[in-house]
């Protein structure tokens, strides 16, 4: 358990915590406890024991996030929430995510992947701080459908970029500091997000339904409705669910194409024959096409597993818990470490190695989790994978790139793993495409 009270807080921030985590496990078995940011926690690196925390006994883990980033987010958010108020949420969240609607969104998704790679065109810039863009306009687009106003488009952008910035900064209030910035900056943005409310209301339903309709015009049996504070909250919170996230996978994916130009080579074919029957680009992509790319498919899959830039989650245990053997008492943290079951040559021979043919067969139940399990598993994944699948397809078909200034070997935490200074790369297109 470390030292009274800082426990090995220390030691998980002074080391890679890839390493922290995984030589605990070698030492102490799949499930050790320990004591890290004041509280002691139980680690799980088994899927069993991840199954039973998220999903046949998630009544007895409520979600559990520091009070500060509860703060900043909005506490009115689902993820931090259980029972009845998440699942009227959540449905609202998913309904908005579903298979359906993401279908829309293809044109659009590719128009945004293509902006984005025409202004990179000839410049070395930060594959992160790119895909960061990117995925926020994603969640723009996921959230407002195509019905937001550029002035309040940028000025979400702006207000947004300084909350983001402030996240992980120390909880000092003092003027001037990031974290009172984005305190700021987070007010600003539930007024903008109030004035939008009030407009969409005004106006009545859109043709496609976004998020914020979903919101907007929910009711409950008695005809309440959600409040502003609970429709910006779950605005803000999905914005931020959604950016880091996509945007490390992406930048992961660049840097494994990038370093087996083998593998690129097979994906730019798969690539290329969908580009070449699409007309060489004169015919828009398709959601049929996305769905037909195996390859590509599974090294999206790999890079997930890989990267496993979410390596565990938190919960806290409503009551004294007993799972084989052990007992977890109330109030404990509990830990799912997705990143060692995903690391584990039980389930992934070689686990160290970029191998996306392993996903021609599907990993044993459990063992497989970039997205989580569960109640809270994320309902943004479908969207995430449709996201990387066009980036990859226009990135391949259109441009060459190369990693400049680093081999991208080192790795920085934001708080997720993106390699170093988020990836340098230069970018061409190909003459003729
Ligand atoms: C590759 C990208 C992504 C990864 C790896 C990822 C991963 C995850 C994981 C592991 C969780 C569960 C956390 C837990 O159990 O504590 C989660 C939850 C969530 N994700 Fe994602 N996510 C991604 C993209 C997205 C996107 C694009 C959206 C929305 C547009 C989104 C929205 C959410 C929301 C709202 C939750 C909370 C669900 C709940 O509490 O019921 N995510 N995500």
Not at 279 to 302: D, K, N, S
């Amino acid at each position: 358990m470390g030292w009274p009270y800082f426990g090995e807080t220390f030691q998980l921030y002074t080391q890679n915590p890839n390493v922290f985590f995984s030589s605990r496990e070698k030492r102490y078995g799949e499930i050790f406890k320990t004591h890290l940011l004041g509280y002691p926690c139980v680690m799980l690196a088994s899927p069993e024991a991840a199954r039973f925390v998220l999903v046949t006994h998630a009544h007895l883990f409520k979600p559990t996030y520091p009070r500060s980033k509860e703060r900043m987010i909005g506490p009115c958010a689902l993820f931090f929430h259980q029972g009845d108020y998440h699942t009227k949420l959540r449905k609202l969240v998913q309904s908005s995510l579903a298979p359906e609607t993401l279908r829309r969104l293809v044109p659009a998704i590719d128009s945004a992947a293509t902006a984005m790679l025409r202004s990179w065109d000839g410049r070395v810039l930060s594959t992160f701080h790119e895909m960061k863009k990117l995925s926020f306009d994603m969640g723009i687009l996921t959230i407002f459908g195509g019905h937001l106003d550029k002035y309040r488009r940028d000025e979400l952008k702006k207000n947004y970029f300084v909350v983001d910035k402030g996240y992980n900064s120390l909880p000092n209030k003092f003027p001037g500091t990031l974290y009172n910035k984005a305190i700021e900056a987070r007010r600003r943005l539930r007024d903008i997000l109030g004035e939008i409310m009030e407009e969409r209301r005004h106006k009545g339903t859109t043709v496609d339904k976004d998020l914020l309709s979903s919101f907007v015009e929910w009711r409950d049996t008695k005809g309440n409705k959600l409040t502003d504070e609970q429709i910006s909250d779950n605005i803000i919170g999905v914005l931020f669910a959604a950016q880091d996230t996509t945007a490390s996978v992406l930048t992961w994916i660049v840097k494994y194409l990038h370093d087996d130009p083998k593998l690129l080579d097979a994906v730019k074919a798969e690539q290329m024959a969908i580009y070449e029957s699409n007309g060489c680009g004169r015919q828009p992509l398709t959601w049929a096409q996305t769905r037909r790319m195996p390859l590509t498919h599974w090294v999206l899959l790999e890079s997930l597993r890989m990267a496993s830039i979410i390596s565990f989650t938190f919960r806290e245990a409503v009551a004294d818990v007993e799972y084989e053997g052990y007992l977890i008492p109330k109030g404990w943290k509990v830990m799912p470490l997705f990143r060692n079951i995903h690391h584990n040559p039980k389930f992934f021979p070689d686990p160290h190695k970029f191998n996306p043919s392993r996903f021609e067969i599907s990993p044993k139940p459990n063992t497989f989790l970039p997205f989580g399990n569960g109640v809270h598993s994320c309902p943004g994944n479908e969207l995430a994978k449709l996201e990387i699948l066009i980036f990859v397809h226009r990135l391949v078909t259109q441009y060459r790139f190369v990693v400049v200034g680093t081999d991208g070997s080192e790795v920085e935490y934001s708080p997720f793993p993106v390699p170093k200074l988020g990836l340098p790369v230069r970018l061409w297109r190909m003459p003729g495409v």
